[in-house]
């Protein structure tokens, strides 16, 4: 299974970004879906997740900014990011867990936010 990332670029601090990421297969079942960012010289951290039942998950750091949402026929899940500050430009990367608890990552997204 692969997964295809896009949404990611550059925009002004206030703005907003809206990432989605596609699984190559659709018949693959997903236990979870999800976010993880890397800024750099920094570790990759949790985002925000999304499970088969819809329930969300979401870094303290988000603070209501970020919407995650699934598409379960299509096996795609997004991130709507608004308010995005400096401190939110990281590689955004999207996470698929499947049923056998086997992680799939996308390619990884570039979001630069300026000040």
């Known amino acids: 299974v692969q997964l295809q990332a896009s949404g990611g670029g550059l925009v002004q601090a206030g703005g907003s970004l809206r990432l989605s990421c596609a699984a190559s297969?659709?018949?693959?079942?997903?236990?979870?879906m999800g976010w993880y960012r890397q800024a750099p010289g920094r570790q990759r951290e949790l985002v925000a997740t999304?499970?088969?039942?819809?329930?969300?998950t979401y870094a303290d750091f988000v603070k209501e900014r970020f919407t995650c949402s699934r598409d379960a026929p299509t096996n795609t899940v997004t991130l709507q990011m608004n308010s995005l500050t400096p401190e939110d430009t990281a590689v955004y990367y999207c996470?698929?867990?499947?049923?056998?608890?086997?992680?799939?990552w996308g390619q990884g997204t570039k979001v630069t936010v300026s000040s």
């Open positions: 297969r659709r018949s693959v079942t997903v236990l979870l």
């Open positions: 996470l698929f867990r499947s049923i056998s608890f086997r992680d799939y």
């Open positions: 999304i499970n088969s039942g819809g329930t969300t």
